[in-house]
């Protein structure tokens, strides 16, 4: 029996930029007979947008969920069925800062045959228009909600930043964007950069890099957009 096949499906950031999704995406889901979703309400969504002929219920449907090791149970029987899967996340793409990647050590395991496949990353699209450094980055997550806490990790990111001549990118649940950019502009230097990429590829995409002294100077409201922070410091 072949190895079944397991396609990591990117999908849109912003519900309405279908466009940035290359149509042969659909012939993976077609070629597949199981999907894993982080959310089937808006995959399902995304599917039919981007082809109104794909038969929905035709496909087996799980979630990816917390719940890691059913979640994981049944993906590893239909990888035995050899089924050919279809992953795909909320946003971007499948495995990056994303619940899915469990679910592709499992493939890795099993000796499936994996296929990422191109679509758009929040995290790459925010470096390529910062003008940061895209030789030596690194992805942070989160930032630690407790405000002292906080408060060193920036003061760290900044530091390594500085020694490495590396770029820091970072995100923040979207209600407590604010709250996290006053806290850099009272902790960083003036002459470091800060890169703030919020909605992309919507048609209210901002993408901005200033120094910190410049982004003091600005009203910046970015309560409940979902943003990718990037940060560099000058040597």
């Not at 496909?59 to 993906?75: D, G, P, S």
């Not at 996290?180 to 919020?198: D, M, N, V």
Request: net charge neutral; hydrophobic share 40%; glycine share 4%.
């Amino acid at each position: 029996m072949a190895q079944p096949l397991v396609y990591l499906v990117p999908t849109v950031l912003h519900e309405t930029a279908v466009e940035t999704i290359p149509p042969y995406i659909i012939d993976a889901v077609k070629d597949s007979q199981v999907i894993f979703a982080e959310n089937e309400r808006t995959a399902r969504r995304f599917l039919k947008r981007m082809n109104r002929e794909i038969i929905i219920d035709n496909y087996e449907w799980f979630a990816i969920h917390k719940t890691e090791e059913e979640m994981l149970q049944q993906f590893r029987q239909k990888i035995k069925e050899g089924k050919n899967i279809s992953i795909i996340s909320e946003a971007g793409c499948p495995g990056v800062a994303d619940p899915g990647q469990a679910l592709v050590a499992a493939a890795q395991e099993m000796n499936a045959t994996l296929k990422p496949l191109v679509g758009p990353s929040s995290i790459l699209l925010a470096l390529m228009g910062s003008g940061m450094s895209g030789q030596q980055f690194e992805f942070l997550g989160y930032l630690p909600i407790d405000q002292a806490e906080r408060a060193k990790a920036i003061s760290a990111m900044e530091l390594t930043s500085q020694k490495k001549n590396s770029t820091q990118i970072f995100i923040e649940t979207p209600y407590r964007n604010d709250q996290l950019l006053e806290t850099i502009l009272k902790i960083c230097k003036p002459s470091t950069r800060l890169c703030i990429a919020a909605e992309l590829t919507s048609e209210h995409e901002f993408l901005k890099t200033k120094t910190i002294a410049d982004w003091k100077k600005e009203k910046t409201g970015l309560h409940k957009k979902p943003v990718i922070f990037l940060l560099h410091a000058a040597r």
